[in-house]
Nanobody, 129 residues
């Protein structure tokens, strides 16, 4: 079973909304830190949001606070990223990722790319002005 499978994304106008989904295997999902990263051409990959699947405070990058919401559906082992109030600077390739066995405190403090063992295939989000 592929650990992480992404869906959603696409194109939107500035101010619009999109939702990303990340369906995880039980091994990747249960009791782990699931996160969304993004990478625009020429930029480093940055952590956008993360949550610990058995509870804790979600993390959000300052640039998306108040606009993006990370959520989960435990029955489906799925994590979502609801993106509202989109801006052209949100245009990026978005990746979901899973970090195993690092705990709630780690997940609430902001994800670091090198700490994630599993990655989704990526999905493009394009926001036009």
């Amino acid at each position: 079973q592929v650990p992480l499978v992404q869906s959603g994304g696409g194109s939107a106008q500035a101010g619009g909304s999109l939702r990303l989904s990340c369906a995880a295997s039980e091994h990747a999902y249960k009791g782990n830190c699931l996160a969304w990263f993004r990478q625009a051409p020429g930029n480093e990959r940055e952590g956008v949001a993360s949550l610990y699947t058995i509870g804790g405070t979600p993390y959000y990058h300052d640039s998306v606070k108040g606009r993006f919401t990370i959520s989960q559906d435990n029955a489906k082992n799925t994590v979502y990223l609801q993106m509202n109030g989109l801006k052209p600077e949100d245009t990026s390739m978005y990746y979901c990722a899973a970090s195993l066995n690092r705990g709630r405190r780690y997940c609430s403090s902001g994800p670091s790319e090198g700490d994630f063992e599993y990655w989704g295939q990526g999905t493009q989000v394009t926001v036009s002005s």
